[in-house]
């Protein structure tokens, strides 16, 4: 017995992208902004300059294929970023400069973007 054949699903615009303004809602950084650096996983990003950690670090000496002399890699505890859930952050839109939910449209063109559920206006990502 065969199924019947599914309709074929969209991929869905992602909530919070690299390059978005973000407002943290809950830790320690809780009401600051700041901009996402990278999205780690569907539901983790990073936040540049925020959630930071302390690591220890060993200091280990690293060779590369063409160095004759092993380089040492320093050692002491150095600065990370920690992926944060995006369950604890808020896009802010760029134009009602306001922290905001994000909603989902479809464009005449067919293209599905992010808006603002205050202002409608579209989230645009800064090209880099």
Do not use: F, Y
């Not at 017995?1 to 690299?18: C, E, G, I, L």
């Not at 830790?27 to 901009?35: H, L, N, P, V």
């Not at 300059?49 to 670090?57: E, P, R, S």
Request: with cysteine; net charge positive.
């Amino acid at each position: 017995m065969s199924r019947p054949a599914s309709p074929p699903s969209k991929t869905r615009v992602p909530d919070v992208r690299k390059g978005d303004t973000v407002l943290i809602l809950r830790g320690k950084d809780a009401s600051k902004r700041g901009t996402v650096e990278r999205v780690v996983r569907p539901d983790r990003i990073v936040i540049e300059g925020l959630n930071i950690a302390k690591k220890h670090q060993k200091p280990r000496s690293r060779t590369n294929q063409g160095d004759r002399v092993p380089q040492m890699q320093q050692g002491g505890i150095i600065d990370v970023a920690q992926p944060l859930n995006m369950s604890n952050v808020m896009v802010v839109c760029g134009r009602c400069d306001q922290p905001t939910r994000v909603g989902h449209t479809v464009l005449d063109s067919g293209k599905t973007v992010r808006v603002c559920h205050r202002c409608g206006e579209p989230l645009e990502v800064a090209a880099k």
